[in-house]
């Protein structure tokens, strides 16, 4: 098993977990057992540490909060509109990462993430409000895309979607919930989606593989099989859905991106996801981000490997969704 000091980090890594250990040690409720003071907490320190480590929202992105009606009742979502989108543009559904019972679409890091990937993919991001565990577990949140997508092709003109091009993405958590989503869309037909876009996906959980037991502990996701108790209940999935990687046959889902991080005990599920849909007949990309743990993606504002990390992301998405304008714009 790798211990943390003992893999080598950029320095903007090593100084963005001295910081958030430094916020987080004195906000009052971070931890704390009941989850509404938790998640209250939680966003104050992200939004504290996002502040710092990750670059503003450029300009040229319109950020609004709608509300949509949907089969399964209301949602809200943030949208993340660049100027120079068409009337119809293509567009991204997309689940935030938390940990499935955390997490939210006001978050400063997703608006600064989500701005500047919708600018330069020319993508517009809608960023969905879901359900969260364990008060309301699998499959909830997975519902809530599933009905979001729906609202959002039934009515395209209304959210300025264009219909031909609407796919489906997530952070972390939010990247099960997506392929999920993705899986059951699949079958049923209800909603043809263009692209799945999977970033930093617990592809399984437990984790597996070498990177499962060498970054188990002290890189920022311990007690994972705590995550999937209370993501799923006791009893666990509902459904055959609810992890890609336990999902017996994955033909038939739109082209994917994984984007898996180096030193991240998820990162091996990827890359069996990857084979597995490949094997498939699913066209897959993958890009593992060298130096990087599960979550320095975000650290847009200090490190290099970070900006790289999304410049490529939105550069998949630019030629996924058929928009050619990523012009590697710092930040």
């Known amino acids: 098993m790798a211990m943390l000091e003992q893999v080598p980090l950029d320095p903007a890594i090593t100084r963005w977990i001295a910081r958030y250990g430094e916020v987080a040690s004195a906000t009052a409720g971070f931890g704390d057992p ?8 939680a966003r104050e320190v992200s939004d504290a540490v996002a502040a710092e480590f990750t670059s503003p929202v450029p300009d040229g992105v319109a950020i609004e909060d709608l509300e949509l009606d949907g089969p399964h009742g209301a949602s809200r979502v943030r949208r993340y509109r660049p100027d120079h989108a068409p009337v119809l543009a293509p567009t991204q559904l997309w689940l935030h990462g938390g940990g499935f019972f955390a997490g939210s679409i006001h978050e400063t ?4 993430i989500c701005a500047a990937l919708a600018l330069r993919s020319g993508v517009q ?9 364990p008060e309301h577990p699998y499959p909830a949140a997975v519902e809530d895309a599933i009905s979001a997508a729906m609202t959002i092709a039934a009515d395209p003109g209304a959210l300025g979607v264009d219909r031909r091009r609407l796919g489906i993405g997530g952070n972390s958590a939010g990247a099960a919930i997506a392929a999920s989503a993705a899986l059951r869309l699949r079958d049923s037909g209800e909603v043809t989606l263009i692209h799945l876009d999977a970033e930093v996906i617990p592809a399984s959980l437990p984790p597996v593989g070498d990177s499962g037991r060498e970054y188990a502990t002290g890189f920022g996701l ?15 999935p509902a459904d055959a859905y609810g992890m890609a990687l336990e999902v017996p046959d994955l ?3 739109p082209p994917t991106l994984l984007m898996l991080a180096e030193h991240d005990p998820l990162r091996d599920a990827g890359l069996l996801l990857a084979d597995r849909l ?8 993958v890009h593992v981000g060298d130096g990087h743990l599960h979550a320095s993606l975000g650290l847009t504002a200090q490190f290099a490997g970070a900006r790289a990390w999304n410049h490529r992301h939105a550069a998949e998405l630019a030629a996924a969704y058929g928009t050619d304008v990523e012009k590697g714009q710092d930040g």
């Open 222 to 236: 311990d007690g994972l099989d705590e995550l999937r108790e209370r993501y799923f209940g006791p009893a666990g």
């Open 34 to 41: 009941d989850l509404a003071r938790h998640r209250t907490a």
């Open 109 to 112: 890091l997703n608006d600064r």
């Open 125 to 133: 991001i809608l960023s969905l409000d879901y359900r969260l565990a």
């Open 278 to 285: 490949a094997a498939a007949g699913v066209p897959v990309i």
């Open 251 to 253: 033909a038939g889902l």
